[in-house]
């Protein structure tokens, strides 16, 4: 089972709870930065313009290309829930897993390692959900299995998607 985050780009406010909430649980000091973070798109002009946010941290890929590069074996993928992981003893610093990684996950910490996302793991062991998602005051983010979480968004399209053909809806939530 991989678990991993979903987000909606239609609920996020941009309030930064989440990232706010992961430097609290991973406590990291203000002036670094959160593993989690929130990314402005602006579109349109004067009265059509408009702005979305975008909540990101690792994505916890199927083939992830930090584990592939990382000559200590210090990240590693685990097999119960393919939550991409980072053993502080192991790593060297050498930043390898940062610059392979396309969505710059890994940050490299005062301390000389390299750290990143590992979905809350004492909270995710617990039956919790990671500090972000349960921060979220819009539930713009979600957590869970990714082929449950992908069930879910395809419903809701369908949903949105019949709604808008303007077939009555009786019956759908």
Not at 47 to 55: D, E, I, P
């Amino acid at each position: 089972m991989q678990l991993g985050f979903s987000f909606d780009v239609k609920r996020c406010s941009g309030c930064m709870a989440c990232v706010v909430a992961c430097m609290d649980q991973n406590d990291l000091p203000d002036h670094s930065p959160s593993f989690r973070h929130v990314a402005c798109l602006e579109s349109g002009a004067d009265q059509g313009a408009k702005m979305h946010f975008l909540s990101l941290a690792c994505l916890h890929c199927g083939e992830a290309p930090c584990v592939e590069v990382c000559p200590t074996g210090a990240l590693f993928k685990r097999e119960e829930d393919g939550i991409v992981h980072v053993r502080e003893d192991l790593c060297i610093g050498c930043r390898s897993c940062g610059d392979a990684c396309p969505f710059g996950a890994p940050r490299f910490l005062e301390n000389g390692k390299m750290a990143k996302c590992h979905l809350c793991l004492e909270r995710v062991t617990r039956g919790l959900e990671p500090a972000c998602v349960r921060t979220c005051p819009a539930r713009a983010l979600g957590f869970g299995p990714v082929n449950r979480l992908a069930a879910e968004k395809a419903d809701r399209a369908s949903r949105v998607m019949l709604k808008s053909l303007l077939i009555p809806s009786d019956g759908l939530p």
